[in-house]
């Protein structure tokens, strides 16, 4: 009779009840990118709290740094976020040429350290967006987007020996030299590229699965981007148009004089996100495009001077004498020694705003190299973005912010 009661009473109550449980999401998950640990409290399949648990990757690269001279640390950086990796050599080569006293560099060395900032910002896109379509259910854009990642690792091997890990920057120089057959290659890619992201962009755009997973889902404000300092594609979602390469004060490389101009949105939806992705891949396209235009073309006499290789400021080492080989080596073992005192230079990387604050004690190490990595201040962003979302639109979310745990748990 009790029972019977209780029975009654449950049914006539209006109100949905729902179990609260506590679920690990990862770090086995696949879109959980191997080390990332989520607690999570569900109300039925709402999200009401997520802990992020991260550091499973820690290798202590900061501390590292210390005890290299300056020149060797540069293949850490490659390691950091290994999709976007001679960007981040690009932030702290400037740190090192600015303490240095040299902070002017030969315009043709900032023109290829610009080409190869724009392949990489591609590189990273394609691998983004793809695997994020991966996850949400569509697999056609990882075929293509892999084709066009493979030529482009093509590009890093041939100019710096490396498909991935390039360590191809140098400060006040650069490792090798870029073939004129290269630069010819480059110039043919970017035809076939655009193709490819038509292709990609076109069995997207319109695919109405891809746009009810995506719309209204992960939205914020600009008063989110500032109390959580987000940067790049998440603050430029919302209408902040904040770019360090279009900026007049803090702009680097060759990026102001190229004319263009980043791109906006004012949604701040997961979708919106991923149209200004494909839109920046255009426009790196085009940047590529121009600076490659503009430089090597023009320059005959040193191309001819050189046998077909484009000179990036200085001339290959002269092996003729011993005397040269012995000077040469002891440059190179000893390290540079830079002038004491303390700078912060930044880069936009594809994922946001990469920054190394370098600090020198006048020896050939560095005193201290602190690095701030933009996925790790947007991952601590992910519960507050989750929270009374469904499980589902928690994959989502955690490929709108495209992250990589090498910069997280660096």
């Not at 202590?60 to 050599?89: A, C, H, N, W």
């Not at 230079?345 to 594809?350: D, G, H, I, L, Y």
């Amino acid at each position: 009779m009790i029972l019977s009661q209780n029975i009654t009473k449950y049914i006539k109550s209006n109100k949905k009840s729902f179990k609260s449980i506590n679920l690990n999401f990862g770090p086995n998950h696949p879109a959980a990118h191997g080390v990332l640990r989520l607690s999570l409290s569900l109300d039925g399949e709402i999200v009401k709290k997520a802990d992020v648990h991260i550091g499973l990757l820690h290798r202590g690269t900061e501390k590292l740094m210390e005890s290299r001279p300056f020149d060797l640390s540069i293949p850490y950086f490659d390691r950091l976020d290994y999709v976007s990796m001679v960007v981040q050599e690009h932030a702290y080569c400037l740190a090192v040429e600015k303490l240095s006293g040299f902070p002017n560099i030969d315009q043709k060395i900032n023109n290829t350290r610009t080409v190869f900032d724009e392949l990489t910002r591609l590189l990273n896109h394609l691998l983004a967006i793809s695997c994020h379509a991966l996850d949400v259910g569509s697999m056609s854009p990882l075929f293509w987007a892999f084709e066009e990642r493979e030529v482009i690792m093509g590009f890093y091997e041939s100019a710096s020996g490396a498909r991935m890990h390039a360590a191809f920057y140098r400060p006040s120089s650069q490792r090798n030299y870029l073939s004129f057959k290269l630069l010819d290659s480059i110039m043919n890619f970017i035809t076939k590229c655009q193709r490819t992201l038509k292709d990609i962009s076109g069995i997207l755009n319109e695919n109405r699965i891809w746009k009810s997973r995506l719309i209204n889902i992960g939205s914020y404000s600009y008063r989110e981007v500032i109390n959580y300092g987000l940067s790049g594609i998440m603050c430029r979602c919302t209408g902040l148009k904040k770019d360090i390469r279009f900026n007049k004060r803090m702009s680097y490389g060759s990026y102001f004089f190229s004319g263009n101009r980043s791109y906006v949105s004012v949604n701040g939806d997961s979708l919106d996100r991923y149209l200004l992705r494909v839109q920046e891949m255009f426009e790196s396209l085009m940047i590529v495009s121009k600076v490659i235009s503009n430089t090597s073309y023009k320059d005959k006499k040193t191309l001819k001077k050189l046998n077909g290789w484009f000179c990036l400021g200085k001339k290959p080492v002269d092996d003729s004498s011993m005397e040269n080989l012995i000077r040469h080596f002891k440059k190179w073992s000893t390290g540079r020694v830079l002038n004491l005192g303390i700078t912060t230079q930044v880069v936009e990387s594809p994922k946001g705003e990469f920054s190394v604050s370098l600090v020198s004690d006048g020896t050939d190490k560095p005193y201290r190299c602190k690095i701030r990595s933009p996925a790790y201040n947007h991952i601590q962003f992910l519960p507050k973005l989750s929270k009374n979302k469904q499980m589902a639109d928690l994959i989502t979310l955690i490929g709108t912010i495209d992250i990589v745990f090498g910069e997280i748990d660096r």
